[in-house]
Each structure stands twice: as structure tokens, then as C-alpha cells.
């Protein structure tokens, strides 16, 4: 295969930029899919934090704009084996900070409780009414830091705490107290979740079958909340996304094509002359293959990198958000760039196979 | 000059088919990201542009209907009506809720209609009546298709069931779609007959909105007064501040994409005519003339590329839809001006490397190598 490794690194800037055209179209696959992946990941941060095993929810919302009346808490505390029973308002809202406007989840918890942030970067949690804790990345783009106030929904707060692990793409959290947020909203006494833990000894399913009874609400396994959850956020905002996504995928495999089939009539005529001087067509489609393979491989190599890299760079010049290149998929990447780059090579192979040795030199 | 580019353009078939596929695809890849954000836009601030109404009245400090709640008391309606060029206050009551079909909980914006209203109600009803009366809801065409309801069947809507009266269309959009019941039946809902959401206010003839727009904030206590045009404003821009990130990522991606095939395409086209421009060369062409030749191939690539990837974006944006009644692409101006000045800045930067390669050919290689 010496033939083929010579001619293939002869013309140098050739070879790279095939090389180039097949990493940037591996790396557009991957970066593509890593917003997906990271998205998935994002929509269900709140829930996975919160506390407990089952979430009591309005009935027949399956937590969408679920409003249940404050007695609910009480009703579960006194359901044998509860632990504890936490409410928390979970309502979206429009941050208008003058020159730019960002949906926000706002959160309202009451601290001794829980369900509120997970991870403070600095700051404190609020104690007062007009006390928020601000996700970290939501604050450091919007100019925000500790002790500067905002306006929402035409009130002022002050932001203490700036919280870790508490933004999306599409919008980030906002933790206020409870009763702030029922009154902010207009839904006094009203909570949207009531996060329910079991004691020592229950299970989850047992949980959700004893608080099954309570009026005007469903129980649900919060397992099964954080899988509906994604559905509608992904029915929401991922279908753009997902769109995208898979038109870059189109795109990216075509590119690949595109780029080893014109490297490869590019070099009809040697493949010809090895017809000229007495090689198999089977020889001739080994060499040719093996071309492919390599620049394939190369440039999915390289691709992947250059994936991982940008991704690091995306993340830590745009924080909000989340990439995740996983090496399942860059494997998948890898493989169908080289199914494409093979048969966009055998395709001009076939041609100059079909040939008798005399015609190649005719022009 | 022309002829020879010509010539040489479409005897390497394939360098051509790659560059124009080339530079076209990468070209789709900015203009379906750019098209899919502008569709998201529009349709999210399309119950506000086709309201019928000139003026919107909200909570103070109110500047969204999307991802957003107003409340008012039912008192303001008076209150506005007395202001100086106001025609017609239509209240509306207003929540994000769901529409319970057999497949999943449906997202919906349920607005509440009060009887005979100057504004806001459905501005493409397809079947049936346009206004609810109690006990009905009017929804859109496709979500209904889906629940399998027609006029006259049966749906759930805010968790109490309602009859289907009439069919719309355009209002669904990716994030929801929009249903509408009567006002007292929303009030009944709610267990409150003392708020409502927005006011929908019709200036008389004579009056400019943006001044009953003043007006209204003006003697009115505690409400914001929105022109339509600036609501729906405020709307797309929350959209479109997602978008800018992701858009600016798509373009550089895009734009890497296009040169590298772009620049592997001219390169391997001036490689192989290395010995017809030697010739060239040899018998007296300056390099000015050969570059003449690269860039008007390249030029020619540029827009048979640019094409491609319109053509393209436009049959998505017709066939998209089709399947997905939800997303909506629309290509813009501004879009089609970024990418024809992409396609340039490619195409530029492409053509340097074959102007440094006949830069340093040297004819007398013409006599020396046969093959290419």
C-alpha cells in the first residue's frame, strides 16, 4: 500500500484541507448533538435537586401550571409515613433589565424547608421578602453582583446569594421566598409543588400510592414529573434545536462526501495510469478505499477535537450553556463519516475501473 | 479570459457540483438557523399583531403576554374607557394552561372573551363560531385534529370540559397553541370576578395610539399602556435575545464550512490546469490576467452556491411545516443579506490560495511534468 500512502501525502495542502472539510463537518455533527445532550440535561437541574421522592401536583396537569391550594402541604404531613412535605411555587416571568428582557424561573421556597438553590457561589439565602438568590451566570451576564437591586414585575429585590448550577439556555432560576412569590404571582396561599420525602422504610411507590387519596391532587413519582418535564421543555424548545441538529448531521455527512469524492476524481488520471500498467481493479479499489478510510479517520480525529475543544470555549465564553460531546456519539460521527467517506470514494473508483487502460490517456 | 474560465469551470464537473453543493450547504446551515428563529418570533407575537386592538393595557410593569402574568382589577376598564380617544376596552382574562388530549397534556394560552368583543378574538376561525359563549371554547384546527375533537365534541380545557364551537388556524405556534373560552366562564374558573388580564383598547379615528397610549398611563394608576406595535416588539425581543448566541456560534461554523470547501474546490482546480496556465504564462500572460480567470470561477461558484442554499432553506420552509404544523421558518431580508456577504467574505478568502499558486508557477514546468 505504499502507492497509496505516497500519493496521498504528495500534494500536502491537498490532503489537508480534505482533512479540514471532513473535521469541520465531523465537528458541526458534534457540536450540534452536544447542545441537544446539554439541553437534556439542563430542563430537569431544578427537579433533580429538589427535595423528595414524590411531587404532589394539580389534578389532570401533570405538573404544567399546576396551582394547588396551600392546605395540600398540610394534607400530606398527615399521611402516614411522610417525612416531610415542602411547597414550592415554580411560575416563569420576564426579567426586563432595560436594554435586554430574559425569561426566568422564578422559584419560591421557604428556606427552613428546602428547594431552594443546591449550591451558593456566594452570597446568602433570603431572608427577607424582597431577598433573592440569582443564578451565577444570569447575574454575570446581566451585569448583576451581591447587593444590587433589580426590578421584577414592577418590585424591587435585592439580589444575596448568586447560586451555582441554576441556568438554561432559554432561562435561568430565580429563588425567592415563598410567600413573596405567592403574592408577586397573585396566587395567594397557593403553591405549584408539594415535594414530598418518606420516612425510614417507605418506598417511593408506596409514597405515591398513600398520598394517592388527597383531594384535588395527583401524586406523582418525581422520576416520572422530571421525564414529563423534558417532553413538554423539549416540545417547547427543542424542536428548533433538534431541527438544527439534524440538518447538520445532513450536512455534515454530505460535506464529507462532497469532499472525498472530489479528492478522489481529482486523481482519476494516476489511478488510471496504475490501470496502464497492468493493476487490478481490485487493487485499484483497495487503494482507493484505503485513501478515504485515512482522510476519514484523520478528519474524524480531528474533528472530534475540534469539538471538544470549542465546546470548552463556547461554555466559558457563553456559560449558560451546556455542551456535552460524548464519546458514544463520537464514535456514531466517526463511523458514518466513514461509510460516507468510502462510498464517495468507490463511486469515481467505479469509473475509472470501468476504463480499459488505453482510454485513460485520452483526453 | 471569460472563456477559458468558463471552460475550465464546467470540464471539472465534479470540483463544481462540490463547491456550489459545497458553499451551498454550509450556506443552509446559517440561513434554516436564521429562518427557524425568525418563524419562532413571528408566531409568538402573532396573537398581539392580529388582536385588531391599537393600544394594550397591563399590570404596572407588565411588558409580555408570553411566559408572563398581568392582573388588573375590573375597575380600570371604566377607568379607561373615560380616557380621551379611546373607542372600545375589551378585557381579557389570560393564563398559560392545558388542553388534556388523549396523547399528553397540550400547552395552550386560554384567553377569556367577554360577550360581543371589539378585539382580541380568532382572526382565522375555519369552522364554526368565533366566540365562545358559556360553556364553549373555540380552539385551533390542528390541536383539535390531534385530540380527534370536531365542532361539537367534547374538550378539556383548564381542567373542566367544554363544547367545541369553532375551528382556528394560526394559532399554534412551538411553544402552544391558543383557545378561547368566554370571560365568565374563566372568571367562574377562577373562583374571581374582581380581575382580568389585559385591556384591549381601539383608539377612535383621529387619535394616534401612541398618544392615547401616554393618556392612558398618564390618569390611569398603575397600569402599563403598550402601543401594539411595541408589544409585540417586546415579545420578539425576549425571542430573539435567545437566539443571538446561538446564531453568532451557527455563522462562524457555517462560514468555516463554506471556505474550507470552497478553497478545496478552487485549489484542485487551478492544480489541475497547473500546465494550461503554464502555458499561459509562457507566452506572456501576467499573473493579473490568470487571477482574472480564478475569480471569475470562483464568482461564478459564489452564486450558483448562494442559490443552492436558498433554494434549499425555501423548500424547507415550505415542506417543514407541512409536517410539523408548529415550526414555522421564515427567511428575512437581513438573513439573506448576511449570507450573501458570507458567501463573499468565502469566496475572497478562497481565491487567495490559487492566486499565490499561480503566483509562483513557473512555466517551464509545463515541459517538465505530463501529469497533473
Known amino acids: 500500500m505504499s502507492v497509496a500512502w505516497r500519493n496521498l501525502i504528495q500534494d500536502k495542502t491537498r490532503a489537508l484541507l480534505s482533512v479540514a472539510g471532513v473535521a469541520l463537518a465531523i465537528m458541526l455533527i458534534l457540536i450540534l448533538g452536544g447542545f441537544v445532550a446539554g439541553m437534556n440535561e439542563q430542563v430537569s437541574t431544578y427537579l433533580e435537586h429538589s427535595p423528595g421522592s414524590v411531587v404532589l401536583v394539580q389534578a389532570g396537569t401533570k405538573g404544567s401550571s399546576s396551582v394547588l391550594p396551600e392546605e395540600t402541604v398540610a394534607a400530606a404531613r398527615s399521611v402516614a409515613g411522610v417525612e416531610s412535605a415542602v411547597p414550592v411555587i415554580s411560575q416563569y416571568a420576564v426579567l426586563d433589565l432595560g436594554q435586554t428582557k430574559q425569561y426566568v424561573s422564578v422559584i419560591g421556597y421557604d428556606p427552613s424547608l428546602g428547594g431552594g438553590p443546591w449550591a451558593l457561589r456566594e452570597g446568602t439565602f433570603p431572608e427577607a421578602d424582597n431577598e433573592v438568590v440569582m443564578d451565577a451566570v444570569l447575574a454575570d451576564r446581566r451585569g448583576l453582583r451581591l447587593d444590587d437591586d433589580f426590578s421584577l414585575l414592577g418590585q424591587t429585590f435585592k439580589v444575596v446569594g448568586l447560586s451555582n448550577g441554576t441556568t438554561t439556555w432559554m432561562t435561568s432560576y430565580l429563588f425567592m421566598r415563598l410567600d413573596k412569590a405567592q403574592q408577586l404571582f397573585g396566587s395567594p396561599q397557593t403553591t405549584t409543588f408539594v415535594f414530598v420525602s418518606a420516612s425510614n422504610g417507605i418506598t417511593p411507590d408506596q409514597l405515591r400510592k398513600r398520598l394517592a387519596g388527597i383531594r384535588g391532587a395527583d401524586a406523582m413519582l418525581k422520576t416520572d414529573l422530571i421525564a414529563t418535564s423534558r417532553t413538554t421543555y423539549l416540545s417547547v424548545f427543542g424542536a428548533p434545536l433538534n431541527l438544527m441538529a439534524g440538518i447538520a448531521g445532513l450536512v455534515g455527512t454530505l460535506v464529507v462526501g462532497l469532499v472525498i469524492y472530489t479528492a478522489t476524481i481529482e486523481r482519476q488520471r494516476e489511478y488510471g495510469v496504475l490501470k496502464a500498467v497492468g493493476a487490478r481493479n481490485r487493487y485499484l479499489y483497495q487503494v482507493v478505499a484505503l485513501q478515504a478510510a485515512v482522510a476519514a479517520m484523520v478528519g474524524s480525529f480531528v474533528g472530534t477535537g475540534l469539538a471538544l475543544v470549542s465546546a470548552q470555549l463556547i461554555m466559558a465564553f457563553r456559560p449558560q450553556f451546556l455542551i456535552t460531546v460524548e464519546p458514544a456519539s463520537a464514535l456514531s460521527a466517526a463511523a458514518i463519516g466513514l461509510v460516507m467517506a468510502v462510498f464517495a470514494a468507490l463511486l469515481p473508483a467505479r469509473m475509472v475501473a470501468r476504463l480499459s487502460p488505453a482510454d485513460v490517456f485520452r483526453r | 479570459m471569460l472563456l477559458l474560465a468558463l471552460r475550465n469551470l464546467f470540464e471539472g464537473k465534479a470540483r463544481f457540483v462540490m463547491s456550489t453543493a459545497g458553499l451551498g450547504l454550509a450556506l ?31 399590570q404596572q410593569g407588565v411588558r409580555n403576554m408570553h411566559m408572563a402574568s398581568s392582573s388588573l382589577p375590573v375597575t380600570t376598564v371604566p ?294
Open chain 2, 28 to 58: 443552509l446551515l446559517v440561513l434554516v438557523l436564521d429562518a427557524i428563529w425568525a418563524g419562532s418570533e413571528s408566531q409568538i407575537s402573532a396573537y398581539i399583531d392580529r388582536s385588531g386592538a391599537d393600544v394594550w393595557v397591563a
Open chain 2, 79 to 372: 377607568d379607561v374607557e373615560l380616557v380621551p380617544g379611546v373607542r372600545s376596552v375589551t378585557p381579557i382574562l389570560y393564563v398559560l394552561g392545558t388542553i388534556n388530549t388523549p396523547n399528553a397534556n397540550q400547552l395552550a394560552y386560554v384567553i377569556g372573551l367577554p360577550p360581543s368583543p371589539a378585539a382580541g378574538t380568532p382572526w382565522a376561525v375555519v369552522k364554526g363560531a368565533g366566540v365562545p359563549r358559556s360553556g364553549e371554547a373555540i380552539i385551533d384546527r390542528t390541536v383539535a385534529s390531534n385530540a380527534g375533537v370536531d365542532v361539537g365534541g367534547v374538550i378539556t380545557v383548564l381542567n373542566h370540559r367544554f363544547t367545541v364551537v369553532g375551528l382556528t388556524a394560526g394559532t399554534l405556534n412551538i411553544v402552544n397553541s391558543i383557545a378561547f373560552i368566554s370571560l365568565g366562564d374563566f372568571m367562574a374558573l377562577r373562583r374571581s370576578q374582581a380581575t382580568i388580564s389585559y385591556l384591549l383598547v381601539r383608539t377612535a379615528a383621529g387619535s394616534s395610539p401612541s398618544s392615547v397610549r401616554t393618556a392612558i398611563e398618564r390618569q390611569v394608576p398603575g397600569v402599563t399602556a403598550l402601543t401594539t406595535a411595541e408589544f409585540s416588539e417586546q415579545e420578539r425581543a425576549v425571542v430573539a435575545g435567545m437566539s443571538t448566541d446561538v446564531v453568532a456560534i451557527m455563522n462562524l461554523v457555517g462560514l468555516l464550512i463554506g471556505l474550507a470547501v470552497m478553497a478545496l474546490s478552487t485549489y484542485t482546480a487551478v492544480l489541475s490546469r497547473r500546465s494550461e496556465f503554464g502555458v499561459l504564462k509562457a507566452l506572456g500572460a501576467r499573473n493579473a490576467d490568470l487571477y482574472v480567470v480564478v475569480i471569475v470561477q470562483t464568482a461564478i461558484a459564489l452564486a450558483f452556491g448562494l442559490a443552492v442554499g436558498i433554494a434549499l432553506t425555501w423548500l424547507l420552509s415550505v415542506g417543514i411545516p407541512l409536517v410539523k404544523p408548529s415550526l414555522a421558518l421564515e427567511m428575512t431580508p437581513a438573513s439573506l443579506a448576511k449570507v450573501t456577504s458570507m458567501a463573499l467574505v468565502i469566496a475572497v478568502l478562497a481565491a487567495i490560495l490559487p492566486v499565490w499558486q499561480l503566483a509562483r508557477l513557473d512555466p517551464a514546468i509545463v515541459f517538465r511534468r505530463k501529469v497533473a
